[in-house]
């Protein structure tokens, strides 16, 4: 059960884009279509972003993107907003019916 | 206004016991499986345990099988976790996180608590 691996930090400037990136194994993330991603400000509980791997909450802004190639998750965001600067974490179910995140990722907007 | 609440946290030495508690308002918590996510200071998001609906399936991360036991009292609305033989590594908060939807075991959660906090320590 070990993390999936994330960038430790990303940054970008206001109204660019940004990916990070999401590695898993054969028995998560390239397994199933199950991969979510949270956003989480500093003190706040998590907030869902994408799940599923491409799907959005209502809610949620059409400039968060999720996508997905083998065992590598993406998320992307568009048009970089101060307040998107937040840690973003991802999520795959395994085979083993747990729940694994990864490391998280700082995003700076600088 | 859909709600989870955490309490029960605090200052325990290690080797030391703690039940946390989580109660939920304003959904049918008897419909959904429920599940606990911790998070060291500092640190990523971890998924601790989950249960089923009825209490009758129970799964945990490999760290805490055999000292953490989740359960659920659906008459009280109420989520447990009972953590004995306490370490130093197990410090953090813990939510109780609710999925999106009631079919869904572990994953998508939408809803969460604010937390409470766990201080394992001499």
């Known amino acids: 059960q070990s993390a999936l691996t994330q960038p430790a930090s990303v940054s970008g400037s206001p109204g660019q884009s940004i990916t990070i990136s999401c590695t898993g194994t054969?028995?998560?993330?390239?397994?199933?279509?199950?991969v979510s991603w949270y956003q989480q400000h500093p003190g706040r509980a998590p907030k869902l972003m994408t799940y599923d791997v491409s799907n959005r909450p209502s809610g949620v802004s059409n400039r968060f993107s999720g996508s997905k190639s083998g065992n590598t998750a993406s998320l992307t965001i568009s048009g970089l907003q101060a307040e998107d600067e937040a840690d973003y974490y991802c999520s795959s179910y395994t085979s083993g019916s747990t729940l694994v995140f990864g490391g998280g990722t700082k995003l700076t907007v600088l | 206004e859909e709600q989870l609440v955490e309490s029960g946290g605090g200052l325990v030495q290690p080797g030391g016991s703690l039940r946390l508690s989580c109660a939920a308002s304003?959904?049918?918590?008897?419909?959904?499986?429920m599940s606990w996510v911790r998070q060291a200071p500092g640190k990523g998001l971890e998924w601790v345990a989950n249960?089923?609906?009825?209490?009758?399936?129970?799964y945990y991360v490999d760290s805490v099988k055999g000292r953490f036991t989740i359960s659920r009292d659906n008459a009280k609305n109420s989520l447990y976790l009972q953590m004995n033989s306490l370490r130093a590594e197990d410090t953090g908060v813990y939510y109780c996180?609710?999925?999106?939807?009631?079919?869904?075991?572990?994953?998508?959660?939408?809803?969460w608590g604010q937390g409470t906090m766990v201080t394992v320590s001499s």
């Open positions: 304003e959904f049918t918590f008897s419909a959904y499986w």
């Open positions: 054969s028995s998560d993330v390239g397994a199933y279509n199950y």
């Open positions: 996180a609710r999925p999106r939807w009631q079919q869904r075991t572990l994953d998508v959660f939408d809803i």
């Open positions: 249960i089923k609906q009825d209490g009758s399936e129970k």
